[in-house]
């Protein structure tokens, strides 16, 4: 028996696997993922080229960076963990957000700040109807992976209708004061800050235009002086 590969089973497809690693995938599903490489947009993390964030007149974001481009695959996996509540995806999509972290570091290597980590929240309808809000579950998993606080920073003012089928004109309209600061939390934050120089991470499942995470970071810089950057499943 110690001599005998352990046997896994790949969190996607199900199959069997010989060994273990950090994913719990399979080898033809590990080589399927997508990854970002190659960052051809310094703003948002975008791997060809924007003409996104040419066109916003403010940006309150240092930068975003995102762990895969969202192809078939990926658009397919968010919809079962995210809509049909497969869960055991939890582990898998927030160890991906990794990736995206090691690109931060890579442009943004502060060795003397400390990293902080928030989400973008659901509203209370939106929660109600999925039972858990994705954005919060990656960000966790990945404060716990990355040892690095996490704080539920922000609520949601008012809901919003999901913005996949938007354009960008009307997402842009849609989330203007759709967020504000959780005080209590914010106060924890001043807390940290005092430690040292503070650098917050804003955890979301996909980066379409960048206008959820632009209103995100404008309500918190508007509250407390902090860079903050965009940390995304995928682009």
């Known amino acids: 028996m110690l001599l005998t590969p352990r046997r896994s089973q790949c969190v996607i497809c199900g199959r ?8 719990n995938l399979c080898a ?42 969202y192809d078939p695959m990926m658009k397919e996996l968010l919809a079962s963990y995210k809509y ?21 570091k890579s442009v943004a290597p502060h060795n003397d700040v400390i990293w902080a980590v928030t989400y973008v929240p659901l509203s209370e309808t939106r929660l109600m109807e999925r039972g858990f809000n994705q954005a919060q579950q990656m960000a966790e998993h990945l404060a716990e992976c990355a040892k690095l606080p996490v704080f539920p920073l922000l609520r ?36 940290l800050r005092k430690r040292g120089s ?12 960048g206008s959820t995470l632009n209103q995100c970071a404008e309500v918190i810089c508007g509250a407390i002086d902090i860079p903050v950057y965009g940390i995304c499943w995928s682009r």
Request: aromatic share 8%; glycine share 6%; net charge positive.
């Open 16 to 23: 069997e696997y010989h060994g273990t690693n950090v994913l």
């Open 84 to 104: 049909r509540g497969n869960e055991r995806l939890r582990p898998l999509m927030g160890a991906m957000l990794m990736h995206a972290y090691a690109l931060h």
């Open 156 to 191: 949601r003012a008012r809901h919003t209708d999901k913005q996949s089928f938007k354009s960008r004109g009307d997402r842009l309209h849609d989330m203007r004061g759709a967020f504000i600061v959780e005080e209590s939390t914010l106060q924890q934050l001043r807390e």
């Open 198 to 209: 503070v650098h917050l991470l804003i955890v979301d499942d996909v980066y379409t235009t």
């Open 28 to 69: 033809a599903c590990s080589s399927s993922i997508p990854w970002i490489r190659e960052v051809k947009c310094p703003v948002c993390g975008r791997y060809e080229p924007c003409y996104d964030c040419d066109r916003r007149s403010d940006t309150f974001f240092v930068h975003n960076r995102s762990a895969v481009k």
